[in-house]
């Protein structure tokens, strides 16, 4: 996840909801990798005796697939998840204020199969199971390897400047290559700057977005 925001009921003083954004990731390669995703947790509303049930509905989702029709348009979730507010004080505010260099990754288990939201094409919405969170802390200096990434990125705005680059460069590396860049930096291996400086514009930046979070 890439961002928290809370927002408090006035009249209770107390958190009403939290939003977040984020990507979906993927470590088995699959084609939701990288898709964007937007959550709202919202407080579990009690039933009109003014009572909570002993556990929480854990909410539900929609997912909208990428339109042919729309060439540029993107695959996005949106998940609308729920939680008590003992929830809130112990559990969600600590996980998702966290301090910098420390990555937050949300699980949601679906009701829907996989091969169903793959073949989408078109809005489809399901239930939640349930969810979980992992808090990650970066041991590798990430910033160090942003700052060398927007080194490239100059470089390379400089080269395109002075019409130095070659069509072939300007495409960057191979999809095999970029992949092994990427899994080198992600587990702080050591990438010369000469491969660096041979990615693309578009590749530099997904290695930034990726490293940034």
Do not use: W
Request: proline content about 5%.
């Amino acid at each position: 996840m890439t961002g928290a925001r809370y927002e408090v009921h006035v009249e209770r003083a107390l958190l009403h909801s939290i939003s977040c954004e984020g990507r979906i990731i993927n470590g088995k390669g699959k084609p939701f990798d990288g898709v964007d995703a937007t959550l709202e947790f919202a407080e579990h509303e009690p039933n009109r005796l003014d009572e909570l049930p002993e556990r929480a509905f854990f909410g539900e989702f929609g997912y909208y697939p990428k339109l042919p029709q729309e060439p540029y348009s993107s695959p996005c979730f949106a998940f609308n998840l729920r939680y008590l507010p003992e929830d809130a004080r112990c559990l969600l505010i600590p996980l998702l204020s966290q301090e910098a260099g420390t990555q937050v990754i949300l699980t949601v288990n679906l009701t829907n199969e996989e091969e169903e939201l793959l073949s989408a094409t078109e809005e489809l919405r399901g239930n939640v199971r349930h969810y979980s969170f992992e808090v990650r802390r970066r041991l590798i200096d990430y910033n160090a390897v942003l700052k060398r990434l927007e080194e490239a990125r100059v470089r390379l705005e400089q080269r395109t400047f002075e019409g130095e680059t070659r069509s072939s460069s300007g495409k960057g590396v191979s999809e095999d290559h970029f992949q092994r860049i990427r899994r080198l930096l992600l587990a702080g291996g050591r990438v010369p700057d000469i491969e660096l400086h041979c990615l693309s514009f578009e590749q530099i930046d997904a290695l930034a977005d990726e490293l940034g979070r």
